[in-house]
T-cell receptor, first 117, second 115 residues
Framework: NAGVTQTPKFQVLKTGQSMTLQCAQD?????MYWYRQDPGMGLRLIYY???????DKGEVPNGYNVSRLNKREFSLRLESAAPSQTSVYFC????????????????FGAGTRLSVL | AQKVTQAQTEISVVEKEDVTLDCVYE???????LFWYKQPPSGELVFLIR????DEQNEISGRYSWNFQKSTSSFNFTITASQVVDSAVYFC????????????WGAGTKLIIKP
């Protein structure tokens, strides 16, 4: 059971380069999220997708775009990377909320460590 | 606005000591959920516990226990008889249904257990 899989695990970019971070989950979850984690801080939400075909901005969306390709996959794109985007990026997924409160838990991938020089 | 505060940036104890990690939250919602996650040195995020706002019953799981008090907006985490493997960064987080269960995170507490 793979859970949430993120690729790549590490990446170094030069300022201005573009790249896409991939995320896939095999738990049939409806909602997916992208967070970034900076030193000494908690995670901050970049974008999320409540369900297939929908995406919404989070707290820090500037400089990023997302695509919910299908129910399994949610990608994060940096069109023109900047040093301020050096961070660890986490993808998470969550089952459809409802009467069962256990469905409110988010499950995380292992993270992508991105350095922008 | 929602906010989670973990005032303890770093805690260092000797193995077998008990340690409590503090978490204070702010929200106007009556329905909300509180979480603790563990981030070991390897970097992954591991879910530990979820508590909903209507359930103030304390919970114990092995050496871990959680104390939820709505009156003080706190959700503290205690590790009894700490072990070196407990060394990690621990995050407290808050979510509510109105924001699609987005997680609002505290800054984390780095726990160092010395042998």
């Amino acid at each position: 059971n793979a859970g949430v899989t993120q690729t790549p695990k590490f990446q170094v970019l030069k300022t201005g380069q573009s790249m896409t971070l991939q995320c896939a989950q095999d738990m049939n979850h409806n909602s997916m999220y992208w967070y970034r984690q900076d030193p000494g801080m908690g995670l901050r939400l970049i974008y999320y997708s409540a369900s297939e075909g929908t995406t919404d901005k989070g707290e820090v969306p500037n400089g990023y775009n997302v695509s919910r390709l299908n129910k399994r996959e949610f990608s994060l794109r940096l069109e023109s990377a900047a040093p301020s985007q050096t961070s660890v990026y986490f993808c998470a997924s969550r089952p459809l909320a409802g009467g069962n409160l256990a469905k409110n838990i988010q499950y995380f991938g292992a993270g992508t460590r991105l350095s922008v020089l | 606005a929602q906010k989670v505060t973990q005032a303890q940036t770093e805690i260092s104890v000797v193995e077998k000591e008990d340690v409590t990690l503090d978490c204070v939250y702010e929200t106007r919602d009556t329905t909300y959920y509180l979480f603790w996650y563990k981030q070991p040195p390897s970097g992954e995020l591991v879910f530990l516990i979820r508590r909903n706002s209507f359930d103030e019953q304390n919970e114990i799981s092995g050496r871990y226990s959680w104390n939820f008090q709505k009156s003080t907006s706190s959700f503290n985490f205690t590790i009894t008889a700490s072990q070196v493997v407990d060394s990690a960064v621990y995050f407290c987080a808050l979510s509510d249904p109105d924001s699609n269960y987005q997680l609002i995170w505290g800054a984390g507490t780095k726990l160092i257990i010395k042998p």
